[in-house]
């Protein structure tokens, strides 16, 4: 199995959006979801990628348990 690394920005259950600031090195709160609303996995990027849109690659970690901004 390849490891993939990633940074993950948003964790699993967590009703708060993070982004990643290079300009800041850390975490800036994006937003909340409505009230009731968590997100369902971990979602995060791939550091050393670039998209079409210039932005990193996005990456949905599936696990069982959440991790955390970082």
Known sequence: MKQLFCTVETPKNSNAKYNYDPTCGGFVL???????????????FIPGTQGDDGDPLDVIVISEQSTFPG
């Open 30 to 44: 994006a937003k909340y979801l409505p009230l009731g609303l968590v997100f369902p996995y971990d979602f995060g």
